[in-house]
């Protein structure tokens, strides 16, 4: 039996439960309501996305179900941002492609990317980086790391935003050590949020 289940947020979107951690992956509240408010309007990256004239990179800590990175494909459609974005993540443990099966992103967000092909994604992840490009958006870059954030090379380029999304410091509290915020600090631009 898997140690992750899927559930129905409050919202209507989907989350998966670890029960490794003990943990929903989002708010059971309202997944893609908390992802938006939290990571693209509270951060100031939805308003930097849409004034940015150069290239823009972000990292996130935890890729999880994907849901962050599909909301940054649906700004960069709705918004016709045309930069190019480099989306870097880590992921230690990811979801088994099946379960990814059921996630009902595409039911809410603007893109033109289905469950399947995301879980098309996690299929194909082997243990390291792992770069893709989208012909629906090819100024679109993800490079996802597939293992543990202490194992990983830094990105080639600096990261202008964090999404720190990993479990909480009760369940992962490596992951909001000072040491590991030292680590993030070197390869982020002088001015990241």
Known sequence: MSSIEHHIS???????????????????????????????????????LKNAHTSVTIFEMGFGT?????????YLNKFEITIPVHFFSVEAIPADP???????YSDSLEI????????ELFSSLKPGWNNYSFPTNPNLKLSLYN?????????EVPIHFFFHDPFSPEANNELWSHETFKVLRKFAKQDAV
């Open 147 to 155: 293992g543990y954030f202490e194992d990983m090379s830094y990105p």
């Open 10 to 48: 409050k919202d209507g979107s989907s989350t998966l439960y670890s029960k490794q951690f003990e943990q929903f992956y989002h708010n059971p509240n309202g997944a893609i309501s908390e992802s938006r408010h939290v990571f693209f309007e509270q951060s100031g990256f939805l308003n930097f």
């Open 98 to 104: 099946n379960l990814i099966k059921n996630i009902n």
């Open 112 to 119: 033109d990317f289905s469950s399947n092909q995301l879980s």
């Open 66 to 74: 994907g849901l962050n990175f599909l909301l940054l494909m649906e």
